[in-house]
């Protein structure tokens, strides 16, 4: 019946229509690579990324658009995405896409019928925010370490939750006694650690606050406390 196939053939150019506009309407990099490993769709978040717009990119072959494609760790697991029909996540470091800059991202890739469809996040930012948060962390855990001063951190209970070298030898004591140690029970008088907290919480930083020290041994240390 030529009508039946007529009606058909519209109900199949709208949800062409609508498959067309959701894809493009993704805020993610979005694509589709088929079994010749070539682009047969590519949404406007991933041609952005991109020094070629959509129309040149799709028929792109990967194997000669991406340098270090073929055996690389995107090519393995699109070809296992394509064999096994089980999706896979991961983390992907370099150029995403054919002329454009290289970036990290998270890459969600699953079968669909002509090949593997691929849902990308970038998280370039995020990534160089946690690389600079991690080496932050390892210049304070440097000077920590290595600092001549004795640095202790300890909650106002009396809790120590970290000591450097340095106060280790300033009070005689070793690691595993610094596990067990109120800091409470190192002041001569309890009285000074007071004070000293409650200027720090008014003032927001106290600077060599005069105080003594007991020592594990009982002998008694003037010091200046920051």
């Given amino acids: 019946d030529v009508t039946e196939i007529q009606q058909t053939s519209e109900r199949l150019r709208i949800s062409q229509e609508r498959y067309s506009h ?3 309407s993704i805020a993610d990099i979005c694509f589709v690579i088929n079994r010749d490993w070539e682009y047969s769709h590519i949404n406007q978040a991933a041609s952005s990324i991109s020094s070629r717009n959509t129309e040149r990119l799709i028929g792109q072959s ?3 658009g991406l340098d270090s494609f073929e055996g690389s760790l995107q090519h393995h697991i699109y070809q296992r995405v394509m064999e096994t ?3 896979e996540w991961f983390v992907f470091e370099g150029m995403l896409i054919p002329d454009s ?3 990290v991202f998270e890459v969600t890739a699953s079968p669909v019928p002509e090949g593997v469809m691929c849902i990308a996040h970038d998280i370039t930012a995020r990534n160089s925010v946690e690389m600079a948060l991690r080496e932050s962390e390892l210049h304070y855990r440097a000077l920590f370490a290595e600092s001549r001063e004795a640095v202790f951190l300890s909650s106002r209970d009396g ?3 970290d000591a450097n070298r340095a106060f280790l030898d300033l009070l005689g004591i070793t690691q595993d006694e610094l596990k067990q140690l109120d800091v ?3 002041y001569v008088n309890l009285e000074d650690r007071r004070q000293w907290m409650d200027r720090g919480a008014a003032e927001g930083v106290v600077k060599n ?7 594990h041994d009982g002998t008694q240390i003037d010091c200046t406390i920051t």
């Avoid at 606050?209 to 020592?215: D, G, S």
Wanted: no cysteine.
């Fill in 22 to 24: 959701l894809f493009d």
């Fill in 62 to 64: 990967l194997l000669r």
């Fill in 85 to 87: 029909g089980a999706p």
């Fill in 101 to 103: 800059l290289p970036g």
């Fill in 159 to 161: 809790q120590i939750s």
């Fill in 184 to 186: 409470r029970n190192i």
């Fill in 209 to 215: 606050f005069p105080l003594a020290f007991r020592r």
